[in-house]
Structure formats: C-alpha cells, structure tokens
C-alpha cells in the first residue's frame, strides 16, 4: 500500500505534488499477456476551498494481444488521474471518490481504479485494425484474402445452384 500523507493540506489550501510505482500483479485482463513495466503515475494533490483533488498521469508498457486480429503487439498506455477526495464517504459506489483514512490517501488503489477504468473495452493493434477473414482466417492487415467475395444480392442463392450445377 502506497500512501500520501495530506495532513498539511487538509488544513488549508495548497497543493502536494506525488510520484509512485504499483506493481500490476494480479491485474488480469485477457487481452494483456503481460506488463513490461509497473504502473506509474505522478500529479499533484490540490486544495482549494475545502475540495482535495488528485489530478495527474498513470503510465504503464504493455504486451497486449489485437481483441481483432489476434496478433500481439506493445502498447504505451497513458491515462489520466483525476479524483475527489473526502474525509467521510457520501456515496460509497463513487469510483472517482476516495476515502482519506489518518490524514492519508492510499495512491495504489486509486491509481490501480483509474487504470481499469481507462482501458478501453477492446484493445486494438492499430485504430483501423481490418480483423481476420472469418471464412479463412486470413489476417486482413497484410492484404486481401483469396476467399471470393459473397454477393449481397437477395438472388445469391440462385448463383450458388448455377454453380452446383456446373460441376
């Protein structure tokens, strides 16, 4: 557990600036085969008027596999941090509102909260990612397959007996 101490800024305003490391272990998604780096973040804790935001940057170098076409490939993610902190909870199903425990923030849970809640629900090589050919599997990236196109005709069919009957 990696805690920040506020004490001072719970008594005015001001701000604290923060680094850290979290190790991703036990974090499993299935289209990340594995993290080559810990998490990392930095940014700063501000208060202003009685609000405490944390604000800032989480950084983590990942292998990830295309939820499209399947092939591995590194990704830079960078995410960004920004959250309310309170000393007593109002709504406890709030993920972008933590808990201040003994004039302290934990860093690991909110870091690990705004990294899961960043990932996007599919990961993707590349943003125009074309997928594999689901007839043959051909993955669609390195050019056209050999499958025939299908027609989009509702007399598809008809073309399909014709073929039958020429063998």
Not at 12 to 35: K, M, W
Not at 80 to 95: G, I
Not at 141 to 155: I, L, M, T, V
Request: glycine share 8%; aromatic share 6%; net charge negative.
């Amino acid at each position: 557990m990696t805690q920040l101490n506020i004490k001072e800024l719970l008594r005015g305003d001001g701000a604290l600036p923060f680094a850290c490391e979290v190790d991703p272990a036990g974090l499993e998604f299935p289209s990340i085969l594995r993290y080559a780096s810990p998490l990392t973040a930095s940014g700063s804790v501000r208060s202003s008027a009685g609000l405490l935001t944390l604000t800032g940057e989480v950084r983590v170098s990942l292998r990830c596999r295309c939820d499209r076409c399947g092939r591995e490939y590194a990704w830079e993610y960078a995410g960004a941090l920004d959250t309310v902190l309170v000393t007593e909870h109002q709504d406890e199903e709030d993920p972008d509102v933590f808990l201040v425990q003994d004039d302290c923030v934990d860093l690991e849970e909110i870091v690990t909260t705004a990294f899961v809640l960043g990932l996007d629900s599919k990961t993707l090589c590349r943003p125009d990612c074309k997928g594999v050919c689901p007839r043959c599997g051909h993955n669609l990236n390195d050019g056209p397959c050999a499958c025939r196109p299908e027609a989009d005709s509702p007399f598809a069919v008809l073309g399909q007996l014709l073929n039958d009957n020429e063998d």
